[in-house]
């Protein structure tokens, strides 16, 4: 071989060695990617927070060990029977910037990984517990989740049977039906994604409740109140009714009308029908008892127009008078069709 033909067969030798280390180079960087964006805890995790921020929930929670068993929650010391009824797409807020915090290794194997986001503005963040399950072609390490990655919601509706979520009308009694029929106050569990708070409400037209937030940190329980109040449609429905049976009441041709609030004793002889009426009506304001709606001490005035005879010397006088009096509402309960039931508490 000659001389100049050794040379070039040398800088060849050494070029395509240079270009096989170069690919060699670029085939590591690319496993690498590869392996920190798919195969490491921190991808794991970030795929499934992803998942909800694209409001992809069959996505999410196919991932290894996301969608808890009951066996699962109870080992994780949550409620094994919560319900799944808000693990749906359509009610979930808008989430955008997720990022990896932190992941840490523990001296068990498990990571710990942190993830923060954006929900709806507000800023939230996500622990997770994961666990490596093996190795594609012995390099590359699949993971599962090493506790339930959701939490659960334990939601309270006081003073109304139901709550929305979503557009969604959703009744803590199909999620935990042994709660007493006539219950003023329900309660039930529900399985709630991490980083997607839920915007909890109710509007009726006897009670309202002002929106309340509902999160969950994974392996966590959280509390939630939606805490219905009466609208001004209640009370004047209330209200008109008092002041019905005080005019019923009124209609009563007796010193002390039967089953009402105010009444008189009088000595001397009546002449003729007492009449009644009602000067002013009690002022109706509803509060929550414990079983149901209730007023404090509401007070009045009747009118009462009568005519009697002294029984000491006979003469007659025509007697007109204001008498004051008292009473409450024990008990005022919304009926399923809408109407009202009241119970009145006399008080003389």
């Known amino acids: ?41 921190s991808g794991f995790v970030a795929a499934f927070a992803q998942s909800i921020a694209s409001h992809d929930v069959p996505t999410a929670l196919a991932m290894p060990g996301a969608d808890p068993t009951a066996s699962a929650l109870t080992a994780a010391r949550l409620p094994g029977d919560a319900s799944r009824e808000l693990l749906r797409s359509d009610i979930l807020p808008a989430v955008r910037d997720v990022a990896v915090a932190s992941d840490t290794a523990g001296a068990d194997g498990v990571h710990t990984v942190v993830v923060t986001a954006v929900a709806n503005g507000d800023p939230v963040s996500a622990t997770f517990r994961v666990r490596q399950t093996g190795a594609v072609l012995g390099i590359l390490p699949t993971w599962a989740f090493a506790s339930p990655p959701v939490g659960v ?36 569990d529900y399985l709630v994604l991490p980083l997607a708070p839920l915007e909890l409400r109710h509007d009726s037209r006897y009670v309202r409740a ?63 029908d007492p009449s009644w009426s009602i000067d002013t009506y009690p002022d109706v304001r509803l509060q929550a008892g414990d079983a149901g709606w209730v007023t404090g001490r509401m007070v009045g005035v009747a009118h009462l127009d009568v005519t009697v005879q002294s029984l000491f010397d006979g003469t007659v006088t025509p007697r007109s008078d204001p008498e004051p009096f008292a009473m409450s509402l024990s008990s005022v309960t919304i009926r399923s069709d809408g109407s009202l039931d009241i119970v009145v508490a006399q008080e003389q």
């Open 210 to 272: 002002s929106p309340v937030t509902a999160s969950a940190s994974p392996g966590r329980i959280t509390e939630t109140t939606v805490d219905a109040q009466p609208t001004r449609a209640f009370t004047s429905a209330v209200q008109k009714q008092v002041d019905g049976f005080l005019d019923r009441c009124a209609e009563q041709h007796v010193l002390q009308p039967a089953g009402c609030p105010f009444g008189v004793e009088i000595d001397d002889r009546v002449q003729g």
């Open 1 to 41: 071989m000659a001389v100049g033909d050794a040379h070039a067969h040398r800088r060849a030798v050494l070029l395509w060695s240079g270009v096989g280390i170069l690919l060699i180079v670029a085939f590591l960087a690319a496993l690498g990617a590869v392996q920190r964006a798919y195969y490491s805890p």
């Open 153 to 188: 919601a334990r939601i309270t509706v006081a003073h109304a049977s139901t709550f929305t979520v979503g557009g969604h009308t959703v009744s803590p009694r199909a999620a935990s039906p042994d709660q007493p029929a006539d219950a003023f106050t329900l309660s039930a």
